[in-house]
């Protein structure tokens, strides 16, 4: 079975801080990876994925995020982060064969002005 | 519709009460998915349609859970007997062909609190 972990649970950033959230997965073969994300009021939205190809993902608002699958993990990045990122992260993984993501707790990240 | 839609906003029921919450899926879009999100924790699968059949039914915590998914358009999650564990926010989202590694669309939630 498909498991995503997600270690920070609380992250707390001034602005202009560089931000990384781990999240690592459970699974032996072949994975498409999600980073959502769900700003304070409204729905979940899709920040990320990676299929295939290139293992450095290029998202909206400046995220990135990095698929080592050596290391099982698809971190999410971003240089600097400002006030309107706070919201909550949620990274899934989805198996080559299934048609249904699994997600991991989240990631609440508060940016400070 | 321009998204996925879902009513109501916000429930509060009684426990024992039966309770239906419903998602308006977009337009053309076949697979779709039920979640479930309690207070602190991650999302939970509860149930996949593709069409109107539902392939994966596994994630249905109990069988006072059920759902249906008339028209390939909207579908009805009927949870019966309510419980106070039952309280979370039902997420429902849909994706055009529930192939692996397309994206999936959620709405806002139904909140549903059991007192």
């Known amino acids: 079975a498909q498991s995503v972990s997600q270690h920070n649970h609380h992250v707390i950033l001034s602005e202009a801080a560089s931000l990384e959230l781990g999240c690592n997965y459970s699974y032996g073969g072949t994975v498409n990876l999600f980073w959502y994300v769900q700003y304070p009021g409204q729905h979940l939205q899709l920040l990320l994925k990676y299929f295939s190809g290139d293992p450095l993902v290029k998202g909206i608002k400046g995220f990135e995020a990095e698929f080592i699958k050596s290391k099982f993990s698809f971190n999410l990045r971003k240089p600097s982060v400002q006030w309107s990122d706070t919201a909550e992260y949620f990274c899934a993984i989805q198996s080559g064969g299934s048609y249904i993501p699994t997600f991991g707790r989240g990631t609440s990240l508060i940016v400070h002005p | 519709g321009a998204g996925v839609s879902q009513s109501p906003s916000n429930k509060v029921t009684e426990k024992g009460k039966d309770v239906e919450l419903r998602c308006d899926p977009i337009s053309g879009h076949t697979a779709l998915y039920w979640y479930r999100q309690r207070l602190g924790q991650g999302l939970e699968f509860l149930i996949y349609?593709?069409?109107?059949?539902?392939?994966?039914k596994s994630g249905l915590p109990s069988d006072r859970f059920s759902a249906e998914r008339t028209g390939e358009s909207v579908s009805t999650l009927t949870i019966q007997r309510t419980q106070q564990e039952d309280s979370a926010v039902y997420l429902c989202?849909?994706?055009?062909?529930?192939?692996?590694?397309?994206?999936?669309?959620f709405g806002e939630g139904s909140w549903l609190t059991v007192v």
């Open positions: 989202a849909s994706s055009r062909t529930g192939t692996s590694g397309n994206t999936i669309y």
């Open positions: 349609f593709q069409g109107n059949s539902a392939p994966d």
